[in-house]
């Protein structure tokens, strides 16, 4: 199986994420834990150019066609290669983080960003996604209080382009329900991880 995790910057679902999956490892559950951009060499080099913080000139389309190429050779490289191997993958953002950035803060357009992607990914789907939802003053709060958390190039966006995200990400939710359930998460670290893990369980068989 394939499970996507999505939100806002300062949502927690980094966090949350690690610890879940660590949940799970301990149940028995074969479990890889990946993100986006990144999971492969390429990839986080790829990675490395889209949120450095001196790419100030970096055009909207730019963005969204190195988010596809990195998706691309994430894919190629280690989703696939390990679903095939009977492992449940669990991606820290995927697609749908293209959708709402690209495709709505950005003003590119929701559409034109699937069809980018779709291309990109022969039309692969996750086969659940977890959203967690937080206001985006809340969440950029908890970057700016972690000093050890990474400070990247969206982060530094006015918050309007948050609150952007936040609703094409609500919006993706209602127009794929079957595949997306979406978490609280302002909620405590400890009750948004059993949420997390249940949802996620739920889904889930242990593999042989």
């Known amino acids: 199986m394939f499970v996507t995790i999505e939100g806002p910057e300062g949502s927690g679902k980094s966090s949350v994420t690690k610890k879940v999956t660590e949940m799970l490892e301990k149940e028995g559950y074969c479990v890889v834990l990946t993100r986006e951009p990144g999971g492969t060499p390429i990839s986080e080099q790829i990675r490395n150019v889209i949120l450095d913080k001196a790419n100030t000139k970096m055009d909207g ?3 969204a066609l190195l988010y596809a190429a990195a998706r691309r050779q994430h894919l190629v490289e280690k989703v696939w290669p390990l679903s095939n191997e009977g492992k449940i993958v669990i991606s820290d953002r995927f697609l749908d983080s293209s959708l709402a950035y690209q495709g709505g803060a950005r003003g590119l357009g929701i559409d034109n960003i699937l069809s980018l992607n779709h291309f990109a990914t022969d039309g692969y789907y996750p086969d659940l996604t977890l959203l967690f939802d937080i206001e ?12 050890s958390r990474e400070v990247n190039r969206l982060d530094l966006e ?3 382009f948050h609150r952007s995200v936040r609703q094409t ?17 302002s909620k405590p670290f400890d009750e948004v991880v059993l949420n997390a893990y249940k949802t996620i369980k739920d889904r889930l068989s242990k593999c042989k």
């Open 158 to 160: 006015k918050i309007e």
């Open 136 to 147: 985006p003053e809340i969440g950029l709060a908890r970057i700016a209080a972690n000093a």
């Open 61 to 63: 389309m730019t963005e």
């Open 169 to 185: 990400f609500l919006g993706l939710a209602k127009r794929f329900p079957d595949r997306f359930v979406v978490l609280d998460a």
